[in-house]
């Protein structure tokens, strides 16, 4: 993890994804937000290793690549785990089963996305002040 690197959102519905640019954008951040519409997508980007992201926040159903899917992938990868990324899970629900499985996975949060625009920002400057001040191996 670095603190000055993108802070990667993979997530697949537009509105959502114009929600998080204009929430980001209220924050001005160093940081640059890169968004993913598919999970397949954002694991070729993380596999490229001069990659250091800040912070990973995924979306849980998707198609093509399901997000578990990519949180596994990225669990078993050597070089990814080197990285250190915090990964969260941004889902409009959740099952016991699902966020079990996420936890399983060894998440960093499961969060059921606010339904509205001021709840998701004070969401995403909970979990952005936490990743900010949370020391990381890669950090040293």
């Known amino acids: 993890m670095s603190q000055n690197g993108p802070i990667i959102i993979v997530e697949d519905?537009?509105?959502d994804i114009?929600?998080?640019e204009m929430?980001?954008?209220e924050f001005g951040l160093k940081s640059r937000l890169l968004i993913f519409m598919n999970a397949a997508?954002?694991?070729d980007y993380l596999k490229k290793m001069e990659v250091s992201p800040f912070l990973i926040i995924c979306d849980i159903n998707m198609p093509t690549m399901h997000g578990l899917a990519l949180r596994e992938i990225i669990s078993?990868?050597?070089?990814?785990?080197k990285?250190?990324?915090p990964f969260v899970f941004m889902s409009t629900s959740a099952?016991?089963?699902e966020v079990d499985m996420a936890y399983a996975e060894t998440v960093q949060g499961y969060f059921v996305k606010a339904n509205s625009y001021t709840g998701l920002k004070q969401q995403l400057t909970?979990?952005?002040e936490y990743w900010t001040i949370c020391l990381h191996p890669n950090m040293f």
């Not at 078993?76 to 785990?81: F, K, Q």
């Open 23 to 25: 929430i980001f954008d």
């Open 95 to 97: 099952s016991k089963n």
């Open 13 to 15: 519905d537009p509105d």
């Open 83 to 85: 990285k250190s990324i």
């Open 76 to 81: 078993e990868d050597l070089e990814l785990c």
């Open 126 to 128: 909970k979990i952005l």
């Open 41 to 43: 997508l954002a694991l």
């Open 18 to 20: 114009e929600i998080y």
